[in-house]
Nanobody, 117 residues
């Protein structure tokens, strides 16, 4: 089992920055990749960024150049640095961990990011 706890959400003006954190605990060794998703009510959950166990990163086109995913192995924490925020970035952001074992993943409870215009 893996437990994920997000933090760092809040209210920010357009153009501002926030850094989200996702602290992982439990069977960390079983994790293949860590992901950030976001969801707006009434819409599908969207994959925002991924970082693999070997450090490869990928970002959605909608956030490329503005958001950066990173991690601290020492702290078992994944970060999402969000710069140049736009009102359309407003969503609940979820941390997700995909296990090496296919079909197994874990979710945090989410953290709300609100960007005012």
């Amino acid at each position: 089992q893996v437990q994920l706890v997000e933090s760092g959400g809040g209210l920010v003006q357009a153009g501002g920055s926030l850094r989200l954190s996702c602290a992982a605990s439990g069977s960390i060794f079983s994790i293949n990749s860590m992901n950030w998703y976001r969801q707006v009510p009434g819409k599908q959950r969207e994959l925002v960024a991924t970082i693999t166990s070997v450090g490869t990163t990928k970002h959605a086109d909608s956030v490329k150049g503005r958001f950066t995913i990173s991690r601290s192995n020492a702290k078992n924490t994944v970060y999402l640095q969000m710069n140049s925020l736009k009102p359309e970035d407003t969503a609940v952001y979820y941390c997700n961990a995909e296990a090496f074992r296919r079909g197994i993943d874990y979710w945090g409870k989410g953290t709300l990011v609100t960007v005012s215009s």
